[in-house]
Nanobody, 123 residues
Framework: QVQLVESGGGLVQAGGSLRVSCVVSGRTFSWYMLGWFRQAPGKEREFVAAISQNGGKDYADSVKDRFTISRDNAKNTVYLQMNSLKSEDTAGYYC?????????????????WGQGTQVTVSS
């Protein structure tokens, strides 16, 4: 069984930075492609960023040049560094994992999910 646990969310002012983390346990971390999604109240879950098994990265247009996804295979952890935060970035942030190859944008292609961590950006 694969488990994902996010941490690092919180309250930050607009223009500030925050890093969220996700620890993955239960299987060989390097097998998995990892993604970050977010969901705001009343809205659908949306893709934020993904990183493939070999380090290839993909970003939603809304976060490109502001957010950076990275992975540390030695620590079984994926990170999302968020800079220049805006109020519209406020959401629950969820990490997800799949053994499918390549960066994926569709939530339906991910097999395992964390419980989420809340990020609130005040304007």
């Amino acid at each position: 069984q694969v488990q994902l646990v996010e941490s690092g969310g919180g309250l930050v002012q607009a223009g500030g930075s925050l890093r969220v983390s996700c620890v993955v346990s239960g299987r060989t971390f390097s097998w998995y492609m990892l993604g970050w999604f977010r969901q705001a109240p009343g809205k659908e879950r949306e893709f934020v960023a993904a990183i493939s098994q070999n380090g290839g990265k993909d970003y939603a247009d809304s976060v490109k040049d502001r957010f950076t996804i990275s992975r540390d295979n030695a620590k079984n952890t994926v990170y999302l560094q968020m800079n220049s935060l805006k109020s519209e970035d406020t959401a629950g942030y969820y990490c997800a994992a799949t053994r499918r190859l390549g960066a994926r944008r569709s939530a339906s292609e991910y097999d395992y999910w964390g419980q989420g961590t809340q990020v609130t950006v005040s304007s």
